[in-house]
């Protein structure tokens, strides 16, 4: 009897579901890879615009706190408190800063500051809108003043869902004089 052993082919490459499954997969991660760029960069896109608000606001409320303290009274008078967009004048020692008023240049703007007669000078960035700006009297009159400060801003470019923020902040700031 005669055993024939044959011999197996053996055969270089892939087959074509073998193909299909490692592009497949290649792409499967491809994809996964791509999604997570786009939440990182949605993501940072999302912390710098809650940076810039927080940041214009600190520096708004910083400014004004610091002009409040240093001044010797509040123009009730030229003043508008309680009410959205609020205005307030201080009366300063230096003749030069005197009033220091305080306003939005439009209504949902830019936070301005005037010393005197000099030109208004912003207090926020173009890229931060304030939607809210109130001064309020909390002390009586003849009495040591003390405004309460309500800011409310907003990033100005709505047209991207990620990067839309808002923040709202107040304190109150008593004058030193």
């Not at 579901?17 to 792409?27: D, F, K, W």
């Not at 010393?115 to 173009?126: A, D, K």
């Not at 003390?146 to 923020?165: A, P």
Request: charged letters at 20%; zero cysteines; proline letters at 3%.
């Amino acid at each position: 009897m005669l055993i024939q052993i044959k011999k197996a082919k053996k055969y270089f490459g892939f087959t074509l579901i073998e193909s299909i499954i490692t592009i497949g997969l290649i792409v499967a991660i491809a994809g996964s890879f791509a999604g997570f760029v786009v939440y990182i960069m949605n993501a940072r896109s999302s912390v710098q615009s809650m940076q810039e608000v927080d940041g214009n606001l600190r520096v708004a409320l910083d400014v004004v706190s610091r002009k409040i303290r240093n001044a010797n009274g509040v123009n009730i008078g030229m003043s508008v408190f309680d009410s959205d967009p609020g205005v307030l004048s201080l009366s300063m020692p230096t003749p030069s800063a005197d009033p220091t008023i305080f306003q939005l240049d439009q209504d949902n703007g830019i936070l301005v500051m005037r010393e005197g007669s000099s030109q208004p000078v912003s207090l926020t960035t173009n890229e931060v809108q304030l939607s809210r700006l109130i001064f309020s009297l909390l002390s009586g009159v003849g009495r040591r003043e003390n405004i309460s400060i309500t800011l409310d801003g907003k990033n100005s470019s709505e047209d991207d869902s990620y990067v839309s923020f808002t923040h709202s902040i107040r304190t109150s700031v008593s004058v030193r004089q």
